[in-house]
Every structure is written in structure tokens, then in C-alpha cells.
């Protein structure tokens, strides 16, 4: 295997995860998590 083509593999692989951890975080499952952990400097506790 050429490095060249592992470089490239490497650079789609990355893409990829990428890709999915913004798909991740952007999702409506998740959005409540966040948004509570968003709040969590305000608590007065």
C-alpha cells in the first residue's frame, strides 16, 4: 500500500467521524442533554 493511499484513507476515515459526531450532536435526542448541561453554570445549588 502506497503511502499516498493512506493518507487519503486516513483523511476519509476522519471526514467520516466527523461527520457523524456533528450528526450526533445536532440530533433531537440529544438536544435536551444539552441544553440541561448548558444550564449547569446558572444553578444556584
Known sequence: MD???LRSVTTVLSLL???GIVCWAWSK???ADFEQAAQLPFDQD
Open 3 to 5: 503511502v499516498n493511499t
Open 17 to 19: 467521524v466527523f461527520l
Open 29 to 31: 435526542r440529544r438536544s
